[in-house]
């Protein structure tokens, strides 16, 4: 089965600055990638997502890149603000096995103001 | 929309004791997710169902976990007996199950405490 690695599992950054948060996938047959955010007490919330047809997507602060051939995919928030702090996940899902999301350990993001 | 909700929030029981959780999914949508999330192991997949079948229950911990879906609106999860390992936050999440239409969304959650 699929097995998805996060990093790092802490990350600390100066509002203002960029977090980069690093996720590999072990099944080539993966092709979705979401991103979720879960604020303390709340559900994971999608916040960005990538087909493996598509190589960098963005949308205001954030993007997310994939490398299929490197089994990498990256999220990346610019200008962080205090409200970026949360519990980021990455998934991946292969169609085939029916889209199940196997999600990666976690990241715990704090912006400090 | 209300998005998916789940009860109770919060469900404080003993050992031994039966445990139900619930969920109502998002309107339309056609494939609901158990998920379990833990300190240790994360989140991790118990169950889920398209157009309320079960299709994979290969992550249900053991035979005192099950789950149903008895109609499109509504799916538990009970724990019988409930053991103290048991403590985690449960989710649900429901999707939209047509072609490129992979988002699942979350619900808050129930945190379970086994004492």
């Known amino acids: 089965g699929e097995n998805v690695e996060q990093h790092p599992s802490t990350l600390s950054v100066q509002e203002g600055d960029s977090a980069v948060i690093k996720c590999t996938y072990s099944?080539?047959?993966?092709?979705?990638f979401p991103w979720y955010k879960q604020e303390l007490g709340k559900g994971p919330q999608l916040i960005i997502d990538i087909r493996s047809n598509v190589g960098e997507k963005k949308d205001q602060r954030i993007a997310v890149t994939l490398n299929k051939t490197a089994k990498h995919f990256s999220l990346h928030i610019t200008e962080t603000q205090p409200e970026d702090s949360a519990v980021y996940f990455c998934?991946?899902?292969?169609?085939?096995?029916?889209?199940?999301?196997?999600f990666g350990g976690g990241t715990r993001v704090l912006v400090k103001p | 929309d209300a998005g998916v909700i789940q009860s109770p929030r919060h469900e404080v029981t003993e050992m031994g004791q039966e445990v139900t959780l619930r969920c109502k999914p998002i309107s339309g949508h056609n494939s609901l997710f158990w998920y379990r999330q833990t300190m240790m192991r994360g989140l991790e997949l118990l169950i889920y169902f398209n157009n309320n079948v079960p299709i994979d229950d290969s992550g249900m911990p053991e035979d005192r976990f099950s789950a149903k879906m008895p109609n499109a609106s509504f799916s538990t999860l009970k724990i019988q007996p409930s053991e103290p390992r048991d403590s985690a936050v449960y989710f649900c999440?429901?999707?939209?199950?047509?072609?490129?239409?992979?988002?699942?969304?979350f619900g808050p959650g129930t945190r379970l405490l086994v004492l």
């Open positions: 998934a991946a899902s292969d169609r085939a096995a029916g889209n199940k999301l196997t």
């Open positions: 999440a429901s999707r939209l199950r047509v072609a490129a239409q992979e988002t699942q969304y």
């Open positions: 099944d080539s047959a993966s092709n979705y």
